[in-house]
């Protein structure tokens, strides 16, 4: 099966590298790495262009994370999608893992694995303590950069919603479980998450109300 590798970013030209080589490390062969890069005003192009034609480089006006992945899956040709968020990493063996268990059984539609939050090297010690209590064992998470899918699944349950501000995610997967799309958890451990002062869960903080507007859609699409 052919992969599709989507990273957007926003200002994360910090971190990007890092990710796209963790993407490069999996040992195997990706049909494409397309990063959409969401408006940034840091050196994000300066970043990508230094993997020259290995990564695809798309440039949009800033609209927020959900318009970003919808750009990067109609740019994608692959036949399985996989997000990372630019200030993720794949650890070794993750997307192998996940991909031995769509080529197992053609019913699953996407599978994810666990989840492991660390805090970024760079914060100062005061920081960091600051995430302390973000740190946990890895647990199954159904997140972007940790699930692996089909891409006739983004067909059936559509793409990400593009008035959200944050949980688009979360608003996709409930969307995805009411049209009864069959996943597949694995339990190894398949993304490390990046804990750092610039995680969306912080910045966004006033677009919480947007958690509460995905639960109310999901409630709605039940009962009706």
């Known amino acids: 099966m052919k992969t599709s590798v989507l990273i957007p970013c ?35 192009e300066r970043v990508v262009a230094a993997f020259g034609e290995r ?9 927020g994370i959900g318009p970003a ?23 070794p063996g993750s997307l192998a893992a996940r991909l031995t268990v769509l080529e197992a059984d053609e019913s699953v539609e996407y599978v994810y694995g666990e989840v492991e939050q660390f805090v970024s090297p760079e914060l100062s010690e005061g920081g960091a303590r600051r995430h302390e209590a973000a740190v946990l064992t890895a647990s199954p998470a159904r997140l972007l950069g940790a699930m692996l899918a089909r891409r ?20 996709w997967v409930a969307r ?41 859609a999901a409630l709605a699409r039940r009962r009706s």
């Open 69 to 91: 992945r919808n750009r990067a899956l109609e740019l994608s040709s692959g036949d399985v999608i996989a997000f990372l968020d630019a200030d993720d990493v794949w650890p």
């Open 152 to 171: 006739r699944v983004f067909a059936k349950v559509g793409g990400f919603s593009e008035r959200l501000r944050i949980g688009e995610t979360v608003d």
């Open 176 to 216: 995805a479980d009411d049209l009864g799309v069959r996943n597949e958890c694995l339990p190894r451990l398949v993304l490390r998450r990046r804990l750092h002062t610039a995680n969306t869960g912080l910045t966004q903080q006033g677009s919480r109300s947007d958690y509460l507007a995905v639960a109310r």
């Open 10 to 44: 926003y200002n994360a030209a910090r971190y990007l590298g890092e990710a796209i080589e963790s993407a490069f490390a999996q040992g195997l062969p990706l049909h494409e790495v397309i990063v959409v890069d969401d408006g940034s005003t840091d050196e994000t």
């Open 55 to 63: 990564v695809q480089y798309h440039l949009q006006t800033h609209a």
